[in-house]
Structure formats: structure tokens, C-alpha cells
């Protein structure tokens, strides 16, 4: 590589925006001679080097110096970003509460008193008795960027491992909590990732899967491989855990592991990438020396435990039921003709289900809102759970013998309320309801179908202060994913909330890709479909002009993680049709996305430049690190990533960046906010998210106009 010696020069002075009389300079980013080959075809990647981690790279951190203080320098300077700060940290400080759980006899519940970094976990022997503190992660750190990553409690009761997230990594130490004697026993787990615990039936130790320790120099960047299954004794060393299952023929295989209710099988889930794809295998913990055995054994389709009866499973399965069923496993007859179907698919997309009071507790998305029904265990429906509007539930955990379970529910306006309902007599009962500042009689919902390009149905949110003149004059925000199989179900933000006071539209989008209509609608938006999502959030656009809400002048796009990729693409394909984009921690180089941490669990989505020359040349013709143009204006651009995000890594952003400031010739600003000690999101304590989203929507302010 050449000399980084001009790394901190800066470029000619470039104006931000036409109401802006202050001028700006970026810093001036090498570049190298670097040039790799795919299926015989030469690909440039002159910003490569910004790949190096930042915590071991001089010049890298340099690098990210340089970026910060031309960014903070300017938003620093915006008007109104103290004051959406301040309002923001206003409608934040209100009691929020987590949906209780029951564990053994005793009642669980999350509490916020509203501008603490992280919520408390809290322990009661009766729903309605005192409290006493179990967890407080606001103790562990003085920035509050140490979270809690992670609970499993005994069946006794008696205690509860739980997971420490440092800086938003996905690495986790794992510890142990004496819940009846409130102190820590001496057991600690390191680097843990991807992977829960679950007790062995008499809590004498738990069952956790886990990649190799990674080399400290590297462990934010390097791939992900090995996991084992292991075992760890209460009272001994790390060291000593046992190894209870490795395949080294199969490097790439991840396990989930789960002990039944009853104690009596071990149930291991086997992965291969981020599509919900497993195979099932079996142990049984009455017989001391037996091995796994093989239930399921293709990657084909989705097998999710729900409980067991003995040596009967019911699990829940796409295979012959795109949009999900239940069926019985029998392991003492465990071939395919001999399953038998307890729930069969419904015209309605099943999420999930558990067992509660010897009934099935489904949880339905019906256009992307949520619907719950009870069945029998033969499968006979009972009733609907009736739920207060059009929104999200969430909840309604539980052991087959409680009587009773608990729920959420939110939707874009309305916030959260915690519901107890009783399984015996079907009603609900208002435990908590969020109190916000704020009227949401004032603000409507309403969910619009628009057809993309290729005339496919596609769903959208659209939720804004009532009285909104039609006009093509509101600044909106348009967000969408699209991926993963993940859904965008509707959720109360006061970060949202916040922007429709300042008179902005909220728009969220749910694109092909995602899970919000099963299987079908997750392979629309795949490796060689995934055009369809750019296309699907390209037509929102296009729709919320059309329908006199916005204009391109007003328009803002904003995506995170698979959603930053989204926003890259959408805005090289139609950089005229935005006027400012917010891509955040995004997968930006399509190319070599796969060779970074959890990377490669994403080709199950994207393919990989290396399957084959077709799957290459479709990558890196929507790849948004290879697709800016030189001499092209683009959107105000605010690029965000984290310095310790190790799912994304921040070499995506820096290089995205870099080129997007190269390539620029418009006169709006395109920055990049580079935190530090934060990750991917997960674990970010509240003061934060707070500063974060307030630069966010002060550049926003600025440069969509808004008054």
C-alpha cells in the first residue's frame, strides 16, 4: 500500500448548503493500488486499508479523528439540536416496564425510571407483592456502555445465568446469580456469542455452545467457526467444562440448545447461516451415556421447539406450510410418515406459539399486525385473544401449567401497555400503561398497499399528526429492512415521536425480503431477488409523492444493518429521488461482506461474490461501496457506525464513506458519526441513543428545510 503520510490532508473547501454561509473540508483519504479478482474480472478497491480495526490501526484512528471533528464540528453548529436533544430526553423520562415472566414460583419484571441507561430487573414472590433487586447493569459501568446480554434461570428457581455485553459487542461473559442469597457465585463464562444457556434439570450446571476464544488483537473482525456444545459444572473453572458435541467436519455448523420442561431430552437446533433452516437432533438425559440422534437431518425448513409430551415434540414447521404449522415428532417413530399435524397453516403468517395451561398460544401476523388464538392440544380452536387495536403483541411466555401469562402491546402511536391475562377464564387486565408526554389522540396510523415495480402488493405505515395538509410540503422519513426474514411489525418510539412534532411523517415500509408474509415473501427478496427490495422501497417513494405527502426535496431515507445496505443502493440507483439518507451500520462492500465475524451467516441472504461469476456480477451491480459515480450529487448523506460493532464491522462505513465524499459534487453535506465504545446497537445505553438521535434529526432538520 502507499504511504498514508497525506491521510489528515485536507481538500478544497466545498459549501454545505445554500441557507449555510460557513464552508466545510473533508479530510482527504488515501488511496491505494489495490485490485482483486473475482471469476477473472479486475475490481478496484482503493479504500481498503480503512478495513484495518480501528482499535489496532494508527492510521485508521486517525482516520475516524479526522471524520469526527469535521461531522461534530458541523452538527455541533446546527441550531436545533439542543433543543430536539432536550425535548428528546423530555418524552424519554417516562417509567417504562418490561412484559413480566414467571419463572418457577416467583414473578420477573424490567422497570426504567426513565432516563436510566439500562432497565432493573426485579424479583417477587407474588405479582402484586414487593419487589427486591436482581439486576442492576446501571451499576457496572460509569458511561453505561456495559449491558446485560442475556438471562436462564434454573427450574428451582434457585438461580439465573446471565450474560455481560461490553461496548455492544456480541461477545458475552456469562455469570451466575444466587437469586434466594442476592450474591454472584464465583462461575464465569468468557466469550460467549450467539448462544444461550439452558440449566440441566437439576441445576446442578447449564448447557451453552461456543466458538474458540478469539486472538484479542482480532476478535472485533475475525470469522466465526468451531462452535462446540459444552457443558459447565456450577463451582468449577471454565477450563474444565466438557465438550458434549463437535463436528470438525463441519466447521460451519452453529447449535441452539434447549433442555425440555420436563428434564428429560436435550434438543439441539443446528444452523448453518441466518435463514431459519435446521436440522434437530436429540439427546437423552435419563441414560447417562447417550449420544445425540438425528430427528431432522436437511437444512431444508424451520423446526421451533414449542414443549413435548414425553417423547413427542411439537414444534412449529414451514416444510409443506410455507406460512407455518404444528406438528407432532413422535421420537420413538420420528420418520416423516408418522408426524402428525396439530395446527395446520392458516391464509395468516404463524410468528410463534407456546404451550400455556395445556393450550397453544399462536401468535398470527395478519397484514402485518398481530392476531393471537388458543387451540387445544388436538388442535381445535378455542378463542382469540382480543387485543386493544391494529398493533404489536408481544409476551405470552409461560410453562404448560401456568394459568396465567403476560403480554405487550404498542403500536406506532400508542404506547406501551403490560396486560395479565388468564388462561381459565379469557380475560385481560391492564397491569401498566406507559405515560408519555404527549396526546396520541393526536396522531393517526394509517397502513396503505402500494404496488412496486413489478406490481406486487406492498404494505406501508404511514402515521403523522392529524390535520396533515396534502400538499407535497411535510418533511417525511421513510424507513424499511427488507431482509432476513425479519418483520417490521408497529412499535411506539418517542425517537418518533419526537420527529412527528417537529412535523415530520413517519413512514415505515415492509418490503419483500423480510418475514412478514412467510417464506414466500423472505426468497422475494434474496440473493438473485433482491432487486425486488430496492425496487419496493424505491415505489414507497415514488407513492408517498404521488400521494401528495412528500416531495423529493422532503424526503428522507433511513435504514440500519441489512436496512443501511438498503439506503446505500436506493440512494446510488436514485440519488434525484431523496434529499437526505441516513444509513446506518450498514453492509456497504457486497463483495467481501463474507469475510468479516458473523458475515458469512449472511450469504444465506445475499449469495457470495465467490459461489459463481453470475452471483459476483449480481452483487457488485447493487453493491453501494462499488456503485458511487464520480461527478454525481447525492442525497445529504450522514453515514453512522460504532467503533466495537464486530456483526457489521466498520470498514463497510468507512470505505462507503470515503468514496461517497470522493464522488459528491453537490453542495449538501455527507458526513460519517463514527461512536465509540458501541457496537451494532444492541446494549447502547439511553444517553446514547439520545445524542445519536438528535444529531440524526438536526441534520435532517437542516437539510430538509424544516421550519
Not at 88 to 103: I, M, Q, S
Amino acid at each position: 500500500m502507499k504511504s498514508n503520510t497525506m491521510i489528515l490532508a485536507l481538500m478544497g473547501l466545498i459549501l454545505f448548503n445554500g441557507a449555510c454561509t460557513e464552508k466545510i473540508q473533508y479530510p482527504v483519504t488515501e488511496k491505494v493500488d489495490h485490485i482483486d479478482t473475482y471469476h477473472g474480472v479486475e475490481v478496484s478497491d482503493p479504500y481498503r486499508w480503512l478495513e484495518e480495526d480501528v482499535r489496532e490501526s494508527e492510521r485508521v484512528a486517525q482516520w475516524v479523528a479526522a471524520q469526527n471533528e469535521v461531522t461534530f464540528g458541523y452538527l455541533e453548529k446546527l441550531p436545533q439540536r439542543e433543543v430536539i436533544k432536550e425535548r428528546l430526553t423530555r418524552l424519554w423520562d417516562y417509567e417504562k416496564f418490561g412484559t413480566p415472566f414467571k419463572r418457577g414460583r416467583r414473578y420477573y419484571m424490567a422497570k426504567n425510571d426513565g432516563l436510566q441507561n439500562h432497565d432493573v430487573y426485579y424479583v417477587s414472590d407474588a405479582l402484586d407483592g414487593p419487589r427486591r433487586l436482581l439486576l442492576n447493569p446501571n451499576e457496572w459501568s460509569e458511561d453505561g456502555t456495559v449491558a446485560l446480554g442475556g438471562m436462564a434461570f434454573s427450574d428451582d428457581g434457585r438461580y439465573v445465568a446471565y450474560g455481560i455485553q461490553e461496548a455492544g459487542s456480541d461477545w458475552r461473559t456469562w455469570k451466575v446469580l444466587d437469586i434466594p442469597g442476592g450474591q454472584n457465585l464465583g462461575d464465569q463464562i468468557e466469550y460467549l456469542k450467539f448462544t444461550d444457556v439452558t440449566w440441566d434439570p437439576r441445576a446442578e450446571g447449564f448447557y451453552y455452545a461456543k466458538y474458540p476464544d478469539p486472538d484479542p488483537n482480532d476478535q472485533y473482525q475475525s470469522l466465526n467457526k468451531d462452535m462446540k456444545v459444552m457443558y459447565h459444572r456450577l463451582g468449577k473453572a471454565q477450563s474444565e467444562d466438557a465438550v458434549v458435541f463437535y463436528k470438525p467436519e463441519h466447521p460451519e455448523w452453529g447449535y441452539d440448545v434447549e433442555v425440555t420442561d420436563d428434564g428429560l431430552y436435550l434438543v439441539y437446533s443446528i444452523w448453518v447461516g441466518t435463514d431459519p433452516k435446521y436440522r434437530i437432533m436429540v439427546q437423552d438425559l435419563t441414560q447417562a451415556d447417550a449420544q445425540p440422534v438425528d430427528v431432522i437431518t436437511t437444512f431444508e425448513n424451520e423446526y421451533s421447539l414449542i414443549d413435548n409430551d414425553g417423547p413427542v415434540l411439537y414444534l412449529r414447521t414451514d416444510k409443506e406450510a410455507p406460512k407455518g404449522r404444528i406438528i407432532a415428532i413422535d421420537l420413538r417413530q420420528p420418520a416423516p410418515e408418522f408426524w402428525r399435524e396439530i395446527i395446520p397453516e392458516s391464509k395468516h403468517l404463524l410468528e410463534g406459539a407456546n404451550l400455556i395451561n395445556d393450550r397453544f398460544v399462536c401468535t398470527y401476523l395478519k397484514d402485518v399486525t398481530t392476531q393471537i388464538k388458543l387451540y387445544t392440544l388436538m388442535g381445535e380452536f378455542i378463542r382469540d385473544i382480543e387485543l386493544p387495536g391494529l398493533g404489536s403483541a408481544t409476551g405470552f411466555s409461560g410453562e404448560r401449567t401456568d394459568t396465567e401469562t403476560f403480554y405487550s402491546f404498542q403500536s406506532y402511536a400508542m404506547p406501551p401497555s403490560i396486560y395479565r391475562y388468564d388462561m381459565v377464564t379469557g380475560e385481560s387486565r391492564l397491569l401498566e400503561q406507559a405515560q408519555v408526554d404527549f396526546d396520541p389522540q393526536q396522531y393517526i396510523t394509517e397502513q396503505v398497499f402500494y404496488p412496486s415495480k413489478d406490481g406486487i402488493r406492498i404494505p406501508m405505515f404511514i402515521t403523522h399528526k392529524k390535520g396533515m395538509a396534502l400538499d407535497g410540503s411535510n418533511p417525511t422519513l421513510l424507513y424499511g429492512y427488507g431482509g432476513f426474514n425479519i418483520s417490521l411489525t408497529p412499535g411506539f418510539s418517542v425517537s418518533r415521536l419526537a420527529w412527528m412534532e417537529m412535523g415530520g411523517v413517519y413512514v415505515v415500509a415492509n418490503l419483500r425480503g423480510g418475514g412478514e408474509y412467510g417464506q414466500a415473501w423472505h426468497e422475494a427478496g434474496k440473493k438473485l431477488n433482491k432487486q425486488n427490495v430496492f425496487d419496493d422501497f424505491i415505489a414507497a417513494a415514488e407513492t408517498l409523492i404521488d400521494m401528495q405527502i412528500t416531495s423529493s426535496d422532503k424526503l428522507a431515507i433511513m435504514g440500519g444493518s441489512n436496512g443501511g445496505l438498503l439506503v446505500g443502493a436506493c440512494m446510488n440507483q436514485r440519488p434525484d429521488l431523496f434529499a437526505a439518507a441516513i444509513p446506518a451500520v450498514g453492509v456497504m462492500d457486497m463483495l467481501r461482506f463474507d469475510q468479516f465475524t458473523a458475515g458469512r451467516f449472511w450469504t444465506d441472504d445475499y449469495g457470495s461474490a465467490q459461489d459463481n461469476k453470475e452471483m459476483f456480477e449480481y452483487l457488485k451491480g447493487y453493491s453501494p461501496y462499488h456503485n458511487l459515480k464520480p461527478d454525481t450529487v447525492y442525497p445529504a448523506t450522514l453515514v453512522t457506525t460504532a467503533d466495537t460493532d464486530d456483526r457489521v464491522v466498520p470498514g463497510h462505513s468507512f470505505k462507503f464513506a470515503a468514496r461517497l465524499q470522493e464522488c459528491h459534487t453537490g453542495t449538501v453535506p455527507v458526513l460519517i458519526r463514527i461512536e465509540t465504545r458501541a457496537g451494532h446497537g444492541s446494549g447502547k445505553p439511553t444517553s446514547m441513543i439520545i445524542e445519536e438521535q438528535a444529531d440524526v434529526y438536526a441534520f435532517l432538520q437542516k437539510n430538509l428545510g424544516m421550519k
